[in-house]
């Protein structure tokens, strides 16, 4: 079992920033490739970010490359999502999740991702 709890969500204008943290408890953090996916009122959730186990490779949904980065610690046991030039369209729920993936491999389907957090809410006002 894998726990992730995240925070750092919160309301703030367009053209900020936000970072959010994952922080994870239980198996190997380091075993397990991470993401960020979220969820806007009314829409299916999508994939925002993920990065691989060891941190090395990353890989951005379209909408957010270039404005989010995606990062790890894993002595701390913690990935964040560095968030910038936000936009009304960014606000959602935002989700990290585990994936027992192999070294170097990173996934955006939610299928392969065993664990998942409760959700952060990010509110960006126009």
């Known amino acids: 079992q894998v726990q992730l709890v995240e925070s750092g969500g919160g309301l703030v204008q367009a053209g900020g920033s936000l970072r959010l943290s994952c922080a994870a408890s239980g198996r190997t953090f380091s075993r397990y490739a991470m993401s960020w996916f979220r969820r806007a009122p009314g829409k299916e959730r999508e994939f925002v970010a993920a990065i691989s186990r060891s941190g090395g490779s990353t890989n951005y949904a379209s909408t957010v490359k270039g404005r989010f980065t995606i990062s790890r610690d894993n002595a701390k046991n913690t990935m964040w999502l560095q968030m910038n030039s936000l936009k009304p369209e960014d606000t959602a729920a935002y989700y990290c999740?585990?994936?027992?993936?192999?070294?170097?491999?990173?996934?955006?389907?939610?299928?392969?991702?065993?664990?998942w957090g409760q959700g952060t809410q990010v509110t960006v006002s126009s």
């Open positions: 999740a585990a994936a027992p993936l192999g070294v170097g491999t990173m996934s955006g389907r939610e299928r392969e991702y065993d664990y």
